[in-house]
């Protein structure tokens, strides 16, 4: 009975310690990079770029780039009313274009408007 309470407590305890969400990579600005304003949507729907499903881009000086170092997903449902697939948002990013794609290492999506 007593090592049954102590799995118990050992699985409960482990359990909780693996489900804390971690930070991700794009969370924290590199304060010797500059950060940049841009459109962000979803590629396919409203920047018409040519790809295979819903993917994230950005729209940099009127020129549209699919993001790497994050996902559509990461930020709410893309296809909800003020989703990605059905709205352009502003965000605050750091990154740099590397074979025709954004490799962002900041990502901060700013709030609707109401």
């Keep these: 009975m007593k090592?049954?309470?102590?799995l118990l407590i050992a699985l409960i305890t482990s359990t909780s310690v693996f489900s804390q969400a971690?930070?991700?990579?794009?969370?924290?600005?590199?304060?010797?990079k500059p950060i940049q304003t841009?459109?962000?949507s979803c590629g396919e729907c409203q920047f018409k770029?040519?790809?295979?499903?819903?993917?994230?881009?950005?729209?940099?000086?009127g020129k549209a780039y699919f993001v790497?170092?994050?996902d559509i997903?990461?930020?709410?449902?893309a296809h909800g009313k003020e989703g990605f697939c059905n709205a352009i948002r502003k965000a605050e990013v750091q990154g740099k274009v590397e074979k025709?794609?954004?490799?962002?290492?900041y990502f901060k999506l700013f709030p609707e408007k109401s």
């Design 100 to 105: 025709g794609r954004f490799v962002v290492t």
């Design 3 to 6: 090592s049954l309470s102590i």
């Design 22 to 32: 971690k930070p991700k990579k794009t969370d924290t600005p590199d304060p010797t």
């Design 38 to 40: 841009v459109e962000v």
């Design 49 to 61: 770029l040519k790809g295979k499903s819903c993917d994230l881009a950005v729209r940099i000086d």
């Design 73 to 77: 997903d990461d930020h709410g449902d």
């Design 68 to 70: 790497d170092g994050t």
